[in-house]
C-alpha cells in the first residue's frame, strides 16, 4: 500500500492520521504537543488549513482538514510535517 496520501479534489474534507516514526509516544510530553500546535496555528494562518477536528494521541495524530484559498492539500500536510521537524 502506497505511504503517499492521495487527494482528488483539493477543495474536499479529508480524513488523515500520521504517526511518530517508531510509534513512539512523544506526545505525552507537553512540548512536543505544543510544537505541533505552534505548526497547526501556523498552517492555519499562513498556508490556507481550515481544520474541522484533530485528536493528538501519544504518538499519532488524526486530522480533518480542508485546503482554502487554492493550496494544495499534499504539500500543505508536507509543510505541516516540515515545521514539525525543523523548529
Known sequence: M?????FHNPEDLYFISFAVVG???VFTRNEYKDLFLESLG???KNKGLE???WCIMTS???L???SING???EL???DLKYLQVNQ
Open 42 to 44: 501556523y498552517c492555519q
Open 76 to 78: 500543505l500536510i508536507g
Open 2 to 6: 502506497s505511504r503517499n496520501y492521495k
Open 64 to 66: 480533518v482538514f480542508r
Open 51 to 53: 481544520i474541522h477536528a
Open 60 to 62: 499519532h495524530v488524526h
Open 71 to 73: 493550496q494544495n492539500p
Open 23 to 25: 510509534w513512539l509516544d
